[in-house]
């Protein structure tokens, strides 16, 4: 990875600006088997009161909150994001983070039969491994090209107007990277706003390596520098910029 590239996001598939009035959210209930001290399901909503809601009231208070939300998923501590030897957990982190912030990402979807009657106008009952099912990073990259104005996000064109959004409006940012070879996991990662104490990485004044959060083979509360420009890794066949007010 050459360490002065400055990230503008490739173009390999036409995104669809559109909205579509027929898309249905894919909304599997929360659990009591799905917590943060927890392996089990994952593919649900933390059933957790004490973990915090995006405060939306104003910017100050939804960037106070979602440093609350990234405090309180711990997710490089919590027993729900830590690697298996078949699996890492970025879309369940990214899932979970953008869930309380009260932003719509699947961490399930349509199977492509429901999804042809969901679009056809018909009401398709969500049933998990029948009707939906689980939907990992190198799928959610293709998700939010077709779907995501269905659900409010905009796509970006670099990181650097990314992590400015993200801190002057309070907003939830996503870089997501598809896998070249099929089958193997990509990547998904959330960009959050800046803090006194953890901060994106520029040169002359352009961020080059945005702050982020993840669960992956290692797990980052905070992280910039540390693993540079990773999306432009030769692993990922492309990569795409997305943000949610």
């Not at 990234?70 to 830590?82: P, S």
């Not at 009260?102 to 429901?114: C, F, G, I």
């Not at 993840?214 to 030769?234: H, I, M, S, T």
Request: charged share 25%.
């Amino acid at each position: 990875m050459e360490k002065h590239t400055l990230s503008v996001a490739s173009l390999p598939l036409e995104d669809n600006p559109i909205p579509n009035s027929q898309i249905t959210k894919v909304d599997l209930l929360p659990d009591p088997e799905s917590r943060l001290d927890s392996m089990e399901m994952k593919e649900k909503p933390l059933m957790d009161s004490s973990i915090p809601f995006r405060d939306l009231t104003n910017v100050a208070s939804k960037k106070e909150s979602i440093g609350r939300l990234i405090d309180k998923l711990d997710v490089e501590n919590n027993l729900r994001y830590q690697r298996t030897v078949e699996d890492t957990y970025c879309n369940v982190y990214s899932y979970d983070y953008c869930y309380f912030s009260k932003v719509y990402l699947p961490t399930v979807w349509w199977t492509p039969e429901s999804l042809e009657k969901v679009l056809q106008g018909q009401e398709v009952e969500v049933i998990f491994e029948q009707t939906v099912d689980r939907i990992y990073s190198s799928a959610l990259h293709d998700w939010f090209l077709e779907w995501g104005a269905s659900f409010g996000w905009k796509r970006m064109f670099s990181v650097d107007e990314m992590q400015n959004k993200v801190n002057a409006n309070g907003g939830i940012g996503i870089i997501c990277a598809k896998r070249k070879e099929k089958g193997l996991s990509g990547h998904i990662v959330p960009v959050v706003p800046e803090t006194d104490t953890h901060k994106a990485y520029r040169e002359n004044d352009i961020v080059v390596y945005p702050l982020q959060s993840q669960a992956g083979k290692l797990n980052y509360n905070y992280f910039a520098e540390v693993r540079k420009d990773w999306w432009n890794d030769e692993l990922y066949s492309s990569y795409v910029l997305y943000y949610h007010e």
